[in-house]
């Protein structure tokens, strides 16, 4: 099997390196498909004539987190406390999911990946949870410590995502932005205390997004590794 993992684009300058836009993925992805005697496939930006191409070569794709998704794409001006943003990378991606939706196979969302998908479904985001959800109880990003952050989550029983994980959940939380009008093509199976959407999926669980971060968790909790095996058995289907 082999699983497609959408790289990330590095925009950082990097004098003594020739990495400007390097295309690059987190080494948790790598460990975790090699694990299970999956063929990692990282998918860099390119031309969209070659989506079909890439799409081809796969049997599922992850998209992991990263940089704000272009407000833009969901016909907002920016915000002010919104962060770096690269508009053609999340051209590229939305082409990807686009592309995988049409050829019907699994797609996960991590962090950026679940709001990217939300907002190519025709959905919207909190362009930053602390100013536009004010509402909200939790602390979702912690920025001295990010990896030290969690929090509970609820989960629908009735959910693909309960199959995997159970009814409640502790997840980390690392990120400043949130779903906000949910895409009708999919339907929320988590929220944290504060009502804050932390997951979606289909009815046919082909699309599934989750807002923390799995690959950095699945390697100590066993319930975090089988979020990522049951999408690897419906890449089989």
């Not at 199976?189 to 046919?204: F, I, K, L, Y």
Request: hydrophobic fraction near 40%; charged fraction near 20%.
């Amino acid at each position: 099997m082999k699983i497609g993992i959408a790289a990330n684009v590095n925009r950082m300058p990097t004098p003594n390196y020739n990495l400007d836009y390097a295309n690059y993925t987190a080494r948790v992805f790598i460990d975790l498909l090699q694990k299970h005697g999956i063929l990692p496939i990282i998918i860099p930006m390119a031309s969209f004539d070659m989506i079909p191409d890439y799409v081809g070569l796969i049997d599922g794709l992850i998209i992991p987190g990263g940089q704000d998704v272009h407000p833009k794409l969901f016909h907002e001006e920016t915000n002010q406390k919104a962060e770096a943003h690269y508009l053609p990378h999340d051209q590229w991606e939305m082409g990807l999911v686009r592309e995988m939706m049409r050829k019907q196979k699994p797609l996960l969302g991590i962090c950026r990946g679940l709001q990217l998908i939300n907002v190519t479904l025709g959905g919207t985001l909190y362009q930053d949870i602390a100013t536009d959800f004010p509402e909200s109880e939790i602390q979702h990003v912690y920025h001295e410590h990010p990896k030290d952050n969690f929090h509970e989550i609820r989960v629908r029983s009735d959910s693909a995502l309960a199959h995997s994980v159970g009814s409640h959940l502790v997840v980390n939380s690392i990120h400043h932005q949130a779903l906000k009008k949910v895409a009708s093509d999919v339907h929320v199976t988590a929220r944290s205390s504060d009502g804050v959407v932390e997951a979606v999926e289909n009815d046919a669980a082909t699309i599934m997004g989750v807002q923390w971060h799995p690959e950095l968790l699945w390697q100590k909790d066993r319930k975090q590794e089988q979020l990522f095996l049951d999408f690897f058995d419906r890449a089989k289907d």
